[in-house]
Protein backbone atom coordinates (compact mmCIF):
# COMPACT_ATOMS: atom_id res chain seq x y z
CA UNK A 1 0.00 0.00 0.00
CA UNK A 2 1.26 3.83 -0.86
CA UNK A 3 2.58 5.06 2.58
CA UNK A 4 0.68 8.59 1.59
CA UNK A 5 -2.99 6.21 1.81
CA UNK A 6 -2.05 5.65 4.92
CA UNK A 7 -2.09 9.18 6.16
CA UNK A 8 -4.14 10.99 3.57
CA UNK A 9 -6.72 12.27 6.55
CA UNK A 10 -3.98 13.26 9.02
CA UNK A 11 -3.56 16.51 9.97
CA UNK A 12 -0.81 18.48 8.28
CA UNK A 13 -0.02 15.40 5.81
CA UNK A 14 0.19 17.35 2.12
CA UNK A 15 1.71 15.97 -1.14
CA UNK A 16 2.47 20.12 -2.05
CA UNK A 17 5.32 20.86 -1.86
CA UNK A 18 6.82 22.94 1.37
CA UNK A 19 5.14 26.26 1.95
CA UNK A 20 2.66 25.37 -0.69
CA UNK A 21 -0.07 23.69 1.72
CA UNK A 22 -1.54 23.30 5.25
CA UNK A 23 -2.22 19.80 4.94
CA UNK A 24 -5.76 20.84 6.82
CA UNK A 25 -8.18 20.55 4.31
CA UNK A 26 -9.11 16.39 4.43
CA UNK A 27 -8.29 15.78 7.75
CA UNK A 28 -10.93 18.95 8.79
CA UNK A 29 -13.28 17.13 5.86
CA UNK A 30 -13.08 13.61 7.38
CA UNK A 31 -13.93 15.25 11.39
CA UNK A 32 -16.79 17.33 9.86
CA UNK A 33 -17.86 13.88 8.15
CA UNK A 34 -16.92 11.63 10.94
CA UNK A 35 -18.78 14.06 13.76
CA UNK A 36 -21.98 13.94 11.65
CA UNK A 37 -22.01 9.95 11.23
CA UNK A 38 -20.93 9.77 7.83
CA UNK A 39 -18.30 8.46 6.11
CA UNK A 40 -15.12 9.78 3.90
CA UNK A 41 -13.41 7.69 1.80
CA UNK A 42 -10.40 7.96 -1.01
CA UNK A 43 -12.15 6.32 -4.60
CA UNK A 44 -9.59 7.42 -6.84
CA UNK A 45 -6.07 5.81 -6.33
CA UNK A 46 -2.73 8.21 -5.90
CA UNK A 47 -1.10 6.62 -9.32
CA UNK A 48 -4.16 8.43 -11.13
CA UNK A 49 -3.04 12.28 -10.93
CA UNK A 50 -0.84 12.64 -7.15
CA UNK A 51 2.30 13.89 -7.53
CA UNK A 52 4.96 11.27 -8.21
CA UNK A 53 2.30 9.33 -9.89
CA UNK A 54 1.65 8.18 -13.77
CA UNK A 55 -0.70 10.46 -14.77
CA UNK A 56 -0.65 14.61 -15.97
CA UNK A 57 -4.74 14.76 -14.57
CA UNK A 58 -5.08 16.89 -11.68
CA UNK A 59 -7.69 16.07 -8.68
CA UNK A 60 -8.71 12.95 -6.90
CA UNK A 61 -12.43 11.68 -6.03
CA UNK A 62 -13.55 11.29 -2.96
CA UNK A 63 -16.88 10.10 -1.61
CA UNK A 64 -18.90 11.39 0.92
CA UNK A 65 -21.91 9.56 2.86
CA UNK A 66 -24.21 10.96 5.49
CA UNK A 67 -27.02 9.02 7.11
CA UNK A 68 -30.58 10.58 6.40
Known amino acids: MD????KI???FFT?????SGTGLG???SYDIVKAH???LTLVST????????G?????KEFKISLPI
Do not use: A, D, H, W
Not at 3 to 6: A, D, S
Not at 46 to 53: I, R, S, V, W
Open 3 to 6: NRLE
Open 9 to 11: FQP
Open 15 to 19: TKPTG
Open 26 to 28: LSL
Open 37 to 39: GGE
Open 46 to 53: FKEGLPGG
Open 55 to 59: STEPG
